[in-house]
Every structure is written in structure tokens, then in C-alpha cells.
């Protein structure tokens, strides 16, 4: 069994405000208007992955985001959402994988209270403050660079990781990374070859416990990664060129 697990957002799919040219499709509708797309031929290159590989969408994303995309090649058998704190099986929350979340995240949950309270009255926060399946936080702050240091420096970084993507933080207990969720993937469905596809901070973890990585141009200098993963080119969309690399792999397999 061949297995990609691949984030979703500037990863697969793309928001309104990114150029990915005019050959696009719609993926995802959010209070009557079309907020993602993905490029015609990546439409094309999916159908063909599809084929040859298990497609598991990995994202940070809740369930109610995930479940506003549709990627027009059928529903998938498996997703990893929350950061792979949940995984759904033909779109049904796995209990025992959710539970063992629970049991994973334990250690961290003072830290993660402490986050709350943090945000709780900060001033910065412009948006509500949300404790995600009760395992992380998530909320929007202005300002979010300078909340992230403050809260590394306040909170245990053994137990608790913190990111921000532009206004968006995040809080959650490093035992729920994507590469934690890579981990438990290969047990859950026993399989040995995996290659993982991600654009930001939060999929790290995950292209590292992958058998390969697969990241845009530049993230290796962005992040100060040392490991042994490949970089897409720096002309075309990561999409696409992610998606060529799974087949070529595929072929050679």
C-alpha cells in the first residue's frame, strides 16, 4: 500500500487571495462564496495519484472545515484533521483514535489551560477563543508573532507547541504533531512507505517521520531543517510539482 499524506491549504488547495492563474476550479464554498481552489492540472495530477496511492488529507484544519472541501475525485477513506488529533474513517470520527488523543494530550493540559487563560484577556485577541475537540487553542490576534514568543516563553515547550500562520495561533500539546500522527498511521493501518507533502511550520514533524518529505522551494533556509527532504523547484505551483514527484515515485515502487 502506497500512502501520501499531504496537508491541504497552499499545500493541495489554494485561497481566493493566491494567484494560481485563471485555469482553476472551486473547492470550497464558506457563507456563499468560493474561498479555495485548485489548479486544473492539479485536478488532473490528483485523479492519477489517486489511482496509485492511498490519499489521506492531513490538515490542521476542524472536522466542519475539513468538511467544506471537495476535490471533485470522490470522498477519501481516511483524513487526519485537528493536526492529526482525529482521524475520520468514510467520514466518521474514529473513537479509539480520538480517545488515545485524549490519553496523548494529558500530560500537556495544564499548559494548554494556561494558554487559554493567557488568551483569555489579552488584548491582542480579535477573534473567539476556541479549545479545538479539547486537546488545543486556536484564536486570531493581532499582532500574533510577538503573542507566539511571549507565549514560548510562558508555557512548557516540552509539552506545548506554539505557531502562528499570519493572524492565526495555535496552542497544542506536542504529542499531537502530524509527525506524532505519521507514527500512529503506520501502526493503524501497518503499512511502511509514506510520503508526506506540507508547506508550513506545523508539517515538519510530518515530512521528517515520512519515508519522504516533500516541501516547497525555500523551507529547508525558512525553517533551518537539516534532514533528508526533497525541495519542490522554485518555478511552478507546489501543488503540481508534489504530485509529478508521487508519480514518479509511484512508477518506480
Not at 133 to 141: A, I, P, Y
Not at 197 to 214: N, R
Not at 217 to 232: C, L, R, T, V
Request: proline fraction near 2%.
Amino acid at each position: 500500500m502506497k500512502i501520501l499524506c499531504t496537508d491541504l491549504d497552499n499545500t493541495i488547495i489554494y485561497s481566493y487571495k493566491h494567484d494560481i492563474g485563471n485555469e482553476k476550479m472551486n473547492v470550497e464554498i464558506y457563507k456563499e462564496r468560493e474561498i479555495s481552489f485548485i489548479s486544473n492540472h492539479t485536478y488532473e495530477l490528483l485523479k492519477k495519484v489517486n489511482e496509485e496511492f492511498l490519499i489521506i488529507p492531513t490538515s490542521t484544519r476542524t472536522i466542519e472545515q475539513y468538511e467544506r472541501i471537495d476535490l471533485k475525485i470522490g470522498t477519501f477513506k481516511y483524513a487526519l484533521v485537528c493536526n492529526g488529533s482525529v482521524l475520520l474513517v468514510d467520514g466518521k470520527k474514529d473513537k479509539d483514535w480520538y480517545e488515545e488523543s485524549l490519553r496523548l494530550a494529558k500530560p500537556s493540559n495544564l499548559e494548554v489551560k494556561k494558554a487559554l487563560e493567557y488568551l483569555e484577556n489579552d488584548k491582542r485577541r480579535i477573534f473567539e477563543l476556541r479549545h479545538i475537540e479539547d486537546l488545543f487553542v486556536f484564536t486570531k490576534c493581532d499582532e500574533a508573532e510577538t503573542v507566539v514568543n511571549e507565549l514560548r516563553k510562558y508555557l512548557d515547550k516540552n509539552l506545548v507547541n506554539v505557531f502562528n500562520n499570519k493572524e492565526k495561533v495555535y496552542v497544542l500539546p506536542t504529542s499531537l504533531s502530524k509527525g506524532k500522527a505519521i507514527e500512529r498511521l503506520r501502526k493503524y493501518l501497518k503499512v511502511e512507505f509514506i510520503i508526506a507533502s506540507g508547506d508550513s511550520e506545523f508539517d515538519i514533524s510530518m515530512v521528517e517521520a515520512a519515508d519522504v518529505g516533500l516541501v516547497p522551494h525555500g523551507f529547508k533556509a525558512e525553517f533551518n531543517i537539516k534532514s533528508d527532504i526533497y525541495e519542490m523547484g522554485k518555478e511552478g505551483l507546489f501543488s503540481e510539482q508534489l504530485l509529478r514527484k508521487c508519480l514518479q515515485y509511484g512508477s518506480a515502487l
